[in-house]
């Protein structure tokens, strides 16, 4: 094809090529500070097993019950690293060196008593309407404990999938 006399010549295959590598590596590098910085830390989250379900039901209900709420308005749980799930149940706590170990933060709502609390003497026991509670999978003891009168600031769907106990 000939060219006018003002006409310039177009990019080089060297050129193109050289944007279309540039254009690839851009992606690449957005999915993976996409993939970083999602709601499970880029790990993938499979449902959770009905048998843990069925644990974790069992024992947020015993857990309420012995708070004062045998019949809270709703359990929602999911799992998270125990870091990011102290932002929820113990707001401003210091994160353990083990802030990536995976715990599930359990929420419920409802009308709670913390008949675990010590309060000085002739202070009543304080009182709630969210219970946040991290659990380790492992043994399924309590790690932390967070008794507040609003709904976590951050929502449970950032951490990862949510389930519904209750």
Do not use: C
Not at 86 to 114: E, H, I, Q, S
């Amino acid at each position: 094809m000939s060219r006018s006399k003002g006409e310039r010549p177009g990019p080089s295959i060297r050129t193109v090529l050289g944007l279309v590598v540039a254009m690839a590596l851009a992606i690449t590098l957005s999915a993976m500070i996409t993939l970083w910085h999602s709601p499970a830390g880029g790990s993938t989250v499979s449902p959770m097993p009905r048998s843990t379900v069925s644990r974790l039901t069992s024992f947020a209900l015993r857990l309420a019950r012995s708070s004062g709420d045998p019949r809270p308005d709703s359990v929602l749980v999911v799992r998270t690293t125990h870091a990011r799930a102290l932002r929820v149940a113990t707001p401003g706590d210091t994160v353990p060196a083990n802030g990536r170990k995976l715990v599930y933060l359990v929420v419920m709502r409802g009308d709670f008593t913390a008949s675990f609390a010590s309060p000085p003497s002739g202070r009543r026991l304080p009182t709630g309407t969210y219970l946040d509670v991290t659990i380790d999978p492992a043994t399924f003891k309590v790690l932390d404990l967070g008794l507040n009168h609003h709904a976590p600031v951050i929502p449970l769907s950032n951490f990862g999938q949510v389930t519904r106990l209750v």
